[in-house]
């Protein structure tokens, strides 16, 4: 350094000053540097004499150790490019002395270092730092102590920090991955809408009019793909009024909502069958009862004599019969069905957008698989008998719980007609009662239902309406169990008075069967089967379409049948005799339509 007014000065500075000249590599890069000069002050600073350093490398001295010199000239080593300086607060660990430190260059390939000591600005700022930065260390360990993900977002949903247990559901390994990333490129719905709103609509929406958010049915997206669920949490960060963005907080919910689903499944499911329960069944309902999924069909089944069977083979049969039962339900239904137990020896199947013919089709192969376990099991083992019903609604003003009670209904009525039914008992001990006390015979019985179904079949009547006229052909005259044997019984004709005692019957058979649950919908058609479409028939007097429809068609089936038939005061009619007989009642004592139908049914039963 040539001596000048302002080496002197620098001389006689009490600031400690040094002056290098650079040492690079082949790069350019700077790698060490030789004294050149110094003053005083900076031999106190590093108790050495300026004949020890000047002309020497610092790589060669203890000295950098003390003031890590030689990071000064790498650091310098860009301000001589430029002539430039800057100014570095520093603290040695050696001496335990704060230093500020300014780097010069006056021309290129040198650099001049200036070491001011500690001031109480700098300690003070010194201390404040690094009161900031405990204080930044202790809420980071904070944060990355917590097992959940905690993240900022800005306004626009860009994270500006995350947590280790964000890192780690994230699936990343540096912060700078997620950092100024837009944080809703990961959160999810699994299952959604157009009528929904995304996670990012929702929570930002929230979070610009200052309000908290919360969801546990988003879905996180790891940097691998992988979708897990979570719960979030999402709170304003407001700072003097101004709102900054937000803090989210998330957790895996996996094992929450595992653990749910199996609470759920114990709470919604049978535990013998698998099936849904009663309780989920009637969730269902509500689920489904909506113009979206009409048409809307439901099956209810009945296991008849399921406490005999228990009794019979063992409470293990009857247990391991319903499981069968609900296999072959479950097996035998749409996959949009739902299939559950109703009840001890009930089930019931939901069909959404499951039309009657569809219904029908489904009971029809239900029906067969029945049929087909029945002829492989053995002896020892208790067959299936399951009373099946069903209904269909089309449309919204019709009440879901009526579908399921005329389902319940037709499942009752099949109940009847099955000979291993409890229920059958009843029937049978009536119908026995009746051949006992009339003229009535099973027979006679036979031919009715025979005849009654192939109108139906002709009319194409659904299986619940056909049903319902196998137990009028056989009931019908149920009433006749109530009037005088003498009456009932008499071979001529009969009186004024002993036709009105006669009459009766039809009023006593309805009185039975109102009461008989499974029964009580052929009540009304068995009043009304002496009705006359003219309007002169009894009890009431009604005429055509007020007469029900099965009425109606016993009224024609029974009266040709009577007329085919020897009496014990007369003798068979021919059967073009009752034919003709039938149409010239047409109209009059019977419903012209029906009797089309009949007409038909007996042209196409010769044919077969």
Same mark, same amino acid.
């Given at each position: 350094?040539?001596?000048?007014?302002?080496?002197?000065?620098?001389?006689?500075?009490?600031?400690?000053? %040094?002056?290098?000249?650079?040492?690079?590599?082949?790069?350019?890069?700077?790698?060490?540097? +030789?004294?050149?000069?110094?003053?005083?002050?900076?031999? !106190?600073?590093?108790?050495?004499?300026?004949?020890?350093?000047?002309?020497?490398?610092?790589?060669?001295?203890?000295?950098?150790?003390?003031?890590?010199? $030689?990071?000064?000239?790498?650091?310098?080593?860009?301000?001589?490019?430029?002539?430039?300086?800057?100014?570095?607060?520093?603290?040695?660990? %050696?001496?335990?002395?704060?230093?500020?430190?300014?780097?010069?260059?006056?021309?290129?390939?040198? +650099?001049?270092?200036?070491?001011?000591?500690?001031?109480?600005?700098?300690?003070?700022?010194?201390?404040?730092?690094?009161?900031?930065?405990?204080?930044?260390?202790?809420?980071?360990?904070?944060?990355?102590?917590?097992?959940?993900?905690?993240?900022?977002?800005?306004?626009?949903?860009? !994270?500006?920090?995350?947590?280790?247990? !964000? /890192?780690?559901?994230?699936?990343?390994?540096?912060?700078?991955?997620?950092?100024?990333?837009?944080?809703?490129?990961?959160?999810?719905?699994?299952?959604?809408?157009?009528?929904?709103?995304?996670?990012?609509?929702?929570?930002?929406?929230?979070?610009?009019?200052?309000?908290?958010?919360?969801?546990?049915?988003?879905?996180?997206?790891?940097?691998?793909?992988?979708?897990?669920?979570?719960?979030?949490?999402?709170?304003?960060?407001?700072?003097?009024?101004?709102?900054?963005?937000? +803090?989210?907080?998330?957790?895996?919910?996996?094992?929450?909502?595992?653990?749910?689903?199996?609470?759920?499944?114990? /709470?919604?499911?049978?535990?013998?069958?698998?099936?849904?329960?009663?309780?989920?069944?009637?969730?269902?309902?509500?689920?489904?009862?909506?113009?979206?999924?009409?048409?809307?069909?439901?099956?209810?089944?009945?296991?008849?004599?399921?406490?005999?069977?228990?009794?019979?083979?063992? @409470?293990?049969?009857?247990?391991?019969?319903?499981?069968?039962?609900?296999?072959?339900?479950?097996?035998?239904?749409?996959?949009?069905?739902?299939?559950?137990?109703?009840?001890?020896?009930?089930?019931?199947?939901?069909?959404?957008?499951?039309?009657?013919?569809?219904?029908?089709?489904?009971?029809?192969?239900?029906?067969?698989?029945?049929?087909?376990?029945?002829?492989?099991?053995?002896?020892?083992?208790?067959?299936?008998?399951?009373?099946?019903?069903?209904?269909?609604?089309?449309?919204?003003?019709?009440?879901?719980?009526?579908?399921?009670?005329?389902?319940?209904?037709?499942?009752?009525?099949?109940? /009847?007609?099955?000979?291993?039914?409890?229920?059958?008992?009843?029937?049978?001990?009536?119908?026995?009662?009746? $051949?006992?006390?009339?003229?009535?015979?099973?027979? @006679?019985?036979?031919?009715?239902?025979?005849?009654?179904?192939?109108?139906?079949?002709?009319?194409?009547?659904?299986?619940?309406?056909?049903?319902?006229?196998?137990?009028?052909?056989?009931?019908?005259?149920?009433?006749?169990?109530?009037?005088?044997?003498?009456?009932?019984?008499?071979?001529?004709?009969?009186?004024?008075?002993?036709?009105?005692?006669?009459?009766?019957?039809?009023?006593?058979?309805?009185?039975?069967?109102?009461? +008989?649950?499974?029964?009580?919908?052929?009540?009304?058609?068995?009043?009304?089967?002496?009705?006359?479409?003219?309007?002169?028939?009894?009890?009431?007097?009604?005429?055509?379409?007020?007469?029900?429809?099965?009425?109606?068609?016993?009224?024609?089936?029974?009266?040709?049948?009577?007329?085919?038939?020897?009496?014990?005061?007369?003798?068979?009619?021919?059967?073009?005799?009752?034919?003709?007989?039938?149409?010239?009642?047409?109209?009059?004592?019977?419903?012209?339509?029906?009797?089309?139908?009949?007409?038909?049914?007996?042209?196409?039963?010769?044919?077969?």
């Amino acid at each position: 350094m040539t001596p000048s007014f302002y080496a002197d000065i620098v001389h006689a500075s009490p600031n400690a000053f %040094v002056y290098f000249e650079l040492i690079k590599d082949v790069n350019g890069d700077v790698i060490d540097g +030789i004294y050149e000069d110094i003053n005083p002050a900076y031999e !106190c600073l590093v108790g050495m004499k300026k004949e020890n350093l000047v002309g020497k490398k610092v790589s060669e001295l203890i000295e950098p150790k003390v003031l890590k010199t $030689l990071n000064w000239l790498k650091v310098g080593g860009k301000i001589a490019e430029n002539l430039g300086h800057e100014k570095i607060d520093y603290y040695s660990e %050696v001496t335990q002395q704060f230093y500020q430190v300014q780097i010069f260059s006056f021309e290129k390939g040198h +650099i001049a270092l200036s070491y001011t000591d500690s001031t109480t600005e700098v300690l003070q700022t010194y201390v404040v730092q690094e009161d900031l930065k405990q204080t930044e260390n202790q809420l980071s360990l904070i944060l990355d102590s917590t097992e959940e993900a905690i993240c900022g977002i800005d306004l626009k949903g860009q !994270c500006t920090f995350l947590n280790l247990s !964000c /890192m780690e559901l994230l699936g990343i390994k540096e912060e700078s991955e997620m950092v100024g990333k837009q944080i809703f490129d990961h959160f999810t719905r699994k299952i959604s809408s157009q009528e929904e709103t995304t996670v990012e609509e929702e929570i930002l929406k929230k979070l610009k009019k200052k309000q908290k958010s919360h969801s546990d049915q988003a879905y996180f997206r790891r940097i691998d793909g992988t979708i897990f669920p979570v719960e979030y949490f999402v709170k304003p960060k407001i700072s003097k009024g101004t709102l900054l963005g937000g +803090i989210l907080t998330f957790f895996d919910n996996t094992q929450r909502k595992e653990k749910q689903a199996e609470i759920d499944h114990l /709470m919604y499911h049978d535990s013998l069958t698998g099936l849904v329960n009663h309780i989920k069944f009637e969730k269902l309902k509500s689920v489904y009862d909506t113009e979206k999924y009409l048409p809307l069909s439901i099956i209810m089944g009945d296991i008849n004599g399921l406490r005999r069977i228990n009794q019979h083979y063992g @409470h293990n049969q009857g247990d391991q019969l319903l499981k069968t039962v609900a296999k072959v339900l479950s097996e035998n239904s749409p996959e949009n069905a739902h299939v559950a137990r109703y009840g001890e020896d009930e089930f019931s199947i939901i069909m959404p957008n499951t039309d009657s013919m569809q219904v029908f089709w489904h009971v029809k192969r239900i029906q067969s698989a029945i049929e087909k376990y029945n002829r492989l099991i053995d002896k020892n083992q208790a067959p299936i008998n399951l009373a099946l019903g069903y209904e269909t609604k089309y449309n919204l003003n019709f009440d879901l719980q009526n579908v399921i009670n005329n389902a319940q209904d037709y499942m009752d009525k099949q109940k /009847m007609l099955n000979q291993d039914s409890m229920r059958n008992a009843l029937l049978t001990s009536i119908k026995t009662t009746l $051949l006992a006390r009339s003229q009535f015979t099973e027979e @006679h019985a036979e031919r009715l239902v025979t005849l009654s179904k192939k109108v139906g079949e002709v009319m194409k009547l659904s299986s619940y309406q056909m049903d319902e006229l196998a137990l009028l052909a056989e009931l019908h005259d149920l009433g006749k169990i109530g009037i005088d044997d003498a009456i009932l019984n008499k071979p001529g004709k009969l009186t004024d008075e002993e036709m009105a005692e006669m009459k009766k019957h039809s009023f006593i058979g309805y009185q039975i069967v109102k009461s +008989i649950q499974g029964l009580d919908d052929i009540a009304l058609p068995i009043l009304h089967h002496h009705e006359r479409s003219d309007g002169s028939g009894y009890p009431d007097g009604l005429t055509r379409e007020d007469i029900p429809l099965s009425s109606r068609i016993i009224s024609v089936v029974d009266a040709y049948d009577a007329m085919t038939q020897d009496r014990p005061y007369r003798k068979a009619m021919s059967q073009e005799k009752a034919i003709a007989e039938i149409k010239r009642n047409s109209g009059t004592q019977f419903d012209s339509e029906i009797v089309a139908f009949f007409l038909q049914s007996l042209e196409e039963s010769s044919k077969e």
